[in-house]
């Protein structure tokens, strides 16, 4: 899900869609009066513009997060194609070992890199998720309950899950984890095994 700031206006259509109902009223983008007429008291006006910010940020992570994930794949899928055509040819395989070895080391630099993108882009979703289920006194910012109780009761269910062994090792760590740490280093270990086949080949 997409979200764009447009000058120094926000777009919460897709946030309120996301809140919980009983909060609908309370995303809107412009304060509502109260039926009284009475203005909302600006310590709520404040906390609401801070949620709607929170929100948008985390979706906003949660692409910039499914994007650099899909390039990496994309891009490691490309270079490593190229690595074993490279390294497997049977036309003078001496002459083209630099080239096999170029592909094999600019692979392993890019999984460090992204490797690092991607934990990094996680630590920050983390927070901003717990922002959401929890809110911040100090920041001003509300928490939603019911997604608390939520991703609490997830979590118990899924650390109770019987699984057989190595599966078992799975539900310890959430699936974004697993995403952003297992795939770089399985694809570090490929272009390690690459760089000694080329080696071992010429």
């Known amino acids: 899900m997409a979200f764009r700031r447009v000058g120094w206006s926000w777009n919460t259509r897709s946030i309120r869609d996301e809140m919980p109902a009983g909060d609908s009223e309370s995303s809107s983008s412009v304060p509502q009066s109260e039926p009284g007429g009475e203005d909302q008291p600006a ?3 404040i906390a609401e513009g801070g949620a709607r910010i929170v929100w948008e940020d985390r979706w906003h992570e949660e692409d910039v997060f499914a994007n650099r994930l899909s390039f ?3 891009a490691q899928s490309f270079l490593i194609a190229a690595a074993v055509t490279a390294t497997l040819s049977n036309d003078a395989s001496s002459r083209w070992l630099p080239v096999a070895l170029t592909i094999d080391l600019a692979g392993l630099v890019l999984t460090i890199v992204f490797w690092y993108a991607l934990t990094e882009n996680l630590r920050r979703l983390d927070t901003l998720k717990d922002l ?3 809110g911040s006194r100090e920041l001003g910012v509300r928490g939603y309950r019911e997604i608390g109780v939520v ?3 997830h979590h118990e ?3 109770r899950r019987g699984l057989p062994f190595p ?3 799975l539900p310890r760590w ?3 984890w697993w ?3 297992g795939i770089p280093i399985l694809l570090g270990c490929t272009w390690i095994a690459l760089i000694a086949v080329a080696i071992v080949t010429a």
């Open 43 to 45: 310590e709520d006006v």
């Open 174 to 176: 959430s699936p974004s």
């Open 132 to 134: 959401v289920a929890k």
């Open 179 to 181: 995403l952003a740490q």
């Open 157 to 159: 269910r899924r650390a």
């Open 167 to 169: 599966l078992s090792i």
């Open 151 to 153: 991703r609490t009761t």
């Open 72 to 74: 990496y794949i994309l």
